[in-house]
């Protein structure tokens, strides 16, 4: 298997071929959002290659692994479900899960498993950013579901009507733009 070629895109070393690669999550793309925080994507997302029109998004196959820095009172995302499994490890912090229309309060490596079809939201309600790795399946014909939730909307991660469209659910959020590195501290 030969290395893969990292170029500095928008902000970070991101893979521009395929094959294996070492990066620091501090040197790859980060991208933030007003409302969800700070994100760090280690492959050549869409959002990651804007502007370079040689270039194809380049996902990983199998897992979509992600780390975001969620500040307090933010939402990592808003309340869904996906159809392929998803995994996260609380690095640091403390935040509170709402899982299937109840709460879960976490600290520092709790790890929570989303089978298939289980409804989440990640919020934090500590008083310092909560780091989140974040680990899912890739399913070429997955799909994603957001669905109306009182105890997600008490934390600002509820949408109002349910879709199962991503622009629909974010429409109206700002959207997450490219970053200089990593926040502050980290």
Not at 104 to 120: I, K, M, N, S, Y
Not at 156 to 173: F, I, K, M, N, Q
Request: proline share 9%; with cysteine.
């Amino acid at each position: 298997m030969e290395e893969a070629r990292l170029e500095r895109l928008n902000g970070g070393l991101a893979p521009t071929t395929d094959g294996w690669f070492v990066v620091n999550a501090r040197e790859a793309p980060w991208l933030d959002n007003d409302d969800f925080g700070h994100r760090v994507i280690f492959e050549a997302d869409p959002r990651i290659i804007r502007g370079r029109d040689d270039l194809e998004p380049r996902w990983f196959p199998q897992l979509g692994i992600k780390l975001t820095v969620i500040g307090p009172g933010q939402p990592s995302t808003l309340y869904h479900a996906e159809t392929s499994q998803e995994d996260f490890l609380v690095l640091s912090g403390r935040c509170t899960l709402v899982i299937e229309e109840e709460e879960r309060e976490l600290v520092a490596w709790d790890f929570v498993h989303c089978p298939p079809g289980t409804l989440h939201a990640f919020v934090n309600t500590g008083v310092e950013p909560c780091v989140l790795l974040m680990v899912g399946a890739r399913d070429p014909n997955g799909a994603i579901l957001y669905q109306p939730s009182p105890v997600a909307e008490r934390h600002g991660a509820s949408v109002e009507t349910e879709t199962d469209s991503p622009h629909a659910a974010y429409g109206l959020r700002p959207h997450w733009r490219n970053a200089d590195g990593p926040p502050a501290g980290f």
